[in-house]
């Protein structure tokens, strides 16, 4: 079934490139459609895979990739305060 998955994924993938979105890579808008529309589980009917990834607009692909860089950029930040907070520990 991974097969047919791939293979609905790039056809839409080539869609929204074609017509909006020429920075988005395979592996992003796949993780997208996992973590938006399969977070629980894939469907286990190919209608139903296929009738998901048909439903998904340019809209949604930048709202999810907006917010993964919003997370990102969070991530980063407690990360790079949790740095500062040790310098400071080992300098006292």
Do not use: H
Request: proline content about 1%; hydrophobic content about 35%; overall charge negative.
């Amino acid at each position: 079934m991974e097969e047919q998955i791939n293979f609905l994924l790039n056809i839409k993938f080539n869609s929204l490139k074609r017509c909006q979105l020429n920075y988005l890579n395979f592996k992003q808008f796949k993780q997208m459609v996992y973590q938006t529309k399969w977070l629980v589980e894939v469907p286990n009917s190919l209608s139903m895979i296929a009738k998901d990834i048909d439903s998904i607009t340019a809209e949604d692909v930048i709202d999810y990739v907006v917010s993964d860089g919003k997370k990102l950029q969070d991530d980063i930040d407690k990360l790079n305060k949790k740095f500062e907070e040790e310098d400071y520990e080992k300098k006292q």
